[in-house]
C-alpha cells in the first residue's frame, strides 16, 4: 500500500502533466492558424518569384 506522500505526489504529477497537454492543444489552434497564414505566404512569395 503506498503512503500518503507518494499518493499526493503521483496526484501532482498527473496534474501537472494534464496542465501542460491542455495547455498545448489549446495553442496547437492557434499555431495551426499562424502555421495555415505562413504556408500562404511562402505559397505567395513563390509564386511571385516564379513570375519574375
Known amino acids: 500500500m503506498a503512503n500518503t506522500g507518494d499518493?499526493?505526489?503521483?496526484?501532482?504529477?498527473?496534474?501537472?502533466?494534464?496542465?501542460?497537454?491542455s495547455l498545448i492543444f489549446k495553442?496547437?489552434?492557434t499555431t495551426k492558424k499562424r502555421i495555415d497564414k505562413l504556408e500562404q505566404e511562402i505559397m505567395e512569395l513563390k509564386s511571385d518569384k516564379l513570375k519574375k
Open 7 to 21: 499518493i499526493v505526489f503521483q496526484l501532482f504529477i498527473f496534474a501537472m502533466v494534464f496542465g501542460i497537454l
Open 27 to 29: 495553442s496547437r489552434n
